[in-house]
């Protein structure tokens, strides 16, 4: 079975979605702790965000939770 090496491309990622949502300028990269924050929260609780960028209480979605778990898996992909 021969994998598709561009997924990515026909995932329909909406660029800039997640950033918007958080309030982060889509230029600067949203950090790794507040990923991993926002996928350990169910959805549904508020948390606070450990870094200085963005929106200090973020109320946890479902859709934020995947949007968060997409961009840490693409940001690990992304150093090997």
Do not use: C, F, Y
């Not at 996928?39 to 939770?65: C, D, M, W, Y």
């Amino acid at each position: 079975m021969v994998k598709n090496k561009r997924w990515v491309q026909k995932a329909g990622i909406k660029k800039g979605a997640l950033s918007r949502q958080l309030n982060i300028p889509i230029e600067k990269d949203i950090p790794m702790r507040l990923l991993d924050k926002i996928v350990r929260a169910k959805a549904g609780e508020t948390i606070t965000n450990p870094s200085k960028l963005g929106k200090r209480r973020i109320k946890v979605t479902h859709l934020l939770e995947r949007r968060a778990i997409l961009a840490r898996n693409l940001k690990r992909m992304k150093r090997r």
